[in-house]
């Protein structure tokens, strides 16, 4: 079945501890992006990567980082989490080829509470 | 100048109605559109898209219009139905080769039975 799965799905965890939410796709989709949703904001979107070792900044990549080593793979790292941090994080995944955008597959989504 | 429909955070209707959501997109450079819907605890699914060499475009009870004059999207869902009940978002990209997306304020639509 064609997907992208996220884990953890849901996390608590302390100000300062760093976590890593992985996301992974079995679609062999060259595109890949992270989200984040919050009441009354919507998704805004925190980095992407249109390849492999190709990443880039979306709206609100402050306190993020990401990695693409491989293709199927995109994790969300969170250095030193806050607590402006907890919000619903969604990957999601599409076809890029030709540099023509698709749209795009989503996860269910990772539930972060950053106490 | 042309009237448009206003985006409304919340939209009820009743099932066998025809529903309608508008979204303002933010880009003009934009040129690739789409429609998601997100039911709850769950990621958004993929409706229908647009590019903006179209101006309307349709799919099975569901139909997107785009006035790029006015960047202002449409979502008609026909016949709509409870499985219809869920958030809708657009969203907005250039066509190609940049990932940049960004979401609009989704409307939540409720059908009554």
């Known amino acids: 079945e064609a997907q992208v799965t996220q884990n953890p799905r849901y996390l608590i965890t302390v100000t300062g501890k760093k976590l890593t939410v992985t996301c992974s796709q079995n679609?062999?989709?060259?595109?890949m992006s992270w989200y984040r949703q919050d009441p009354g904001l919507g998704l805004r979107q925190i980095y992407y990567?249109?390849?492999?070792?190709?990443?880039d900044k979306g709206d609100v990549p402050e306190g993020y980082k990401v990695s693409r080593k491989e293709k199927r793979n995109f994790p969300l790292i969170l250095e030193s989490p806050s607590p402006n941090q907890t919000s619903l994080y969604f990957c999601?995944?599409?076809?890029f080829g030709g540099g023509i955008n698709q749209p795009q597959h989503f996860g269910d989504g990772t539930r972060l509470s950053i106490l | 100048g042309e009237s448009v429909g206003l985006h409304l955070p919340t939209l009820s209707v009743q099932e066998g109605d025809n529903s309608i959501i508008n979204c303002a997109y933010s880009?003009?450079?934009?040129?690739?559109f789409i429609w998601y819907k997100q039911e709850s605890g769950k990621g958004p699914q993929f409706i229908i898209d647009?590019?903006?060499?179209?101006d309307k475009r349709q799919g099975q009870r569901v139909t997107v219009l785009l006035n790029k004059t006015v960047k202002h999207l449409s979502l008609q869902i026909a016949a709509t139905q409870p499985g219809d009940s869920a958030v809708y978002f657009c969203?907005?990209?250039?066509?190609?080769?940049?990932?940049?997306?960004?979401f609009g304020d989704g409307t939540t639509l409720t059908v009554k039975p």
């Open positions: 999601a995944s599409s076809l």
């Open positions: 679609m062999n989709h060259e595109y």
């Open positions: 990567s249109m390849n492999v070792e190709v990443t």
């Open positions: 880009n003009s450079a934009s040129d690739y």
């Open positions: 647009i590019r903006s060499n179209m």
């Open positions: 969203a907005e990209m250039l066509n190609t080769n940049a990932g940049k997306s960004t």
